[in-house]
């Protein structure tokens, strides 16, 4: 089967090479899918896609116009896709849930302690041959409140991590987890209550029109002062403009970020030519107390391989008029937070 892969990174590439190896003809494309590239699919009777590509109605329309069929995510996250119109127009879709929960989680925990014991800024100093230990001052991650916004399969792993740490842990999800409260202590809240009681506050929810700016300024206020924020999860779940003011006024301590709202045109790309690329993030940037990495969270070995040989599978699924094991579907009604006495 003839696949496009839009937004192919030469760090995928030789992953999704060798799992489609006799299986599927792949062809790169390295920018990313948008009403101005999807011709490129012509020929193939499905695509592959990354956070950063386009498919909303008009895109998967002109895709199905083309002769595509399917749609491989090659992620977890798939709200660039909008699934009612692939249902529409009779395409397929499918997502990779769960490459590596431990990448992500572990980026998690080394935004935690870089910003916590300023390896930033030491490395800086020492870089100028300034060996003082001023202005490095951390705290001990054993014995903090760390409150988890989201506890999946990403969330989950973190908080097996955080309770070797010593962590006091706290959560907040749809859907708890019995499982996970009884292996790390976990107690399940509410948002608030998280919020108030949180030295550290991590996110790994999903991004839907419930969750989209669910961080916002009333929340942010809430934070006990001081808190750490990390996002490793969806950038618009955090109300950024908001995030910055609350850091500029030191309701909000540190602030560590894999992902962004406007991060689609910006992250994965070079804009060293471009003076000011994005104004807000490069306010934030100037902040001492906040690291940024660009959607690098789930950037290991293990995971690309997850990846790759789980959207073949797919497509292999696909092909042979099975239902792949991770299909969408068009959102479900939203469930209402459980909490715990």
Known sequence: MHVTVFSAHAYEQPHLTAAAAGRHALR???????LGTAAQ??????????????????????????????????????DQVDLPAAARLGLRVANVPAYSPYAVAEHAVALMLALNRRLRQAD?????????????????????????????RIGGVLAGILHGFGCRLLGYD??????????????????????????????????????????????????????????????????TAAALAALQSGRLGY???????????????????????????????????VLVTGHQAFLTREALGNIATT??????AWAQGQPAAHELQPAPPVLQPVCSP
């Open 174 to 239: 749809v859907q708890p987890d019995p499982a996970l409260s009884q292996r790390t202590g976990l107690r399940y809240v509410s948002l608030p209550e998280l919020c108030a009681a949180s030295d550290i506050i991590s996110v790994h929810a999903p991004l839907s029109a419930e969750t989209r700016h669910l961080i916002d300024a009333d929340l942010l206020a809430q934070f006990k002062p001081g808190a750490m924020l990390i996002n490793t999860g969806r950038g618009a779940v955090l109300d």
């Open 311 to 316: 959207t073949v599978d797919h497509l292999d």
């Open 41 to 78: 699919a012509a020929g193939s009777q499905a695509v592959a896609l990354f956070t950063s590509d386009d498919a909303s109605a008009p895109v998967l329309a002109r895709l199905a116009e083309l002769g595509v069929r399917y749609v491989a995510v090659r992620a977890a996250g798939h």
């Open 124 to 152: 800086q100093q020492l870089r100028r041959h300034d060996y003082r230990l001023d202005g490095l001052v951390g705290f001990d991650l054993h014995g903090k409140t760390v409150g988890l916004i989201g506890c999946g």
């Open 28 to 34: 790169f494309v390295e920018t990313p899918l948008s």
């Open 255 to 289: 602030l560590g970020l894999d992902v962004y709202e406007h991060e689609r045109g910006l992250f994965f790309e070079d804009h060293r030519q471009e003076a000011t690329p994005d104004p807000l993030l490069d306010k934030l940037l100037q902040q001492p107390n």
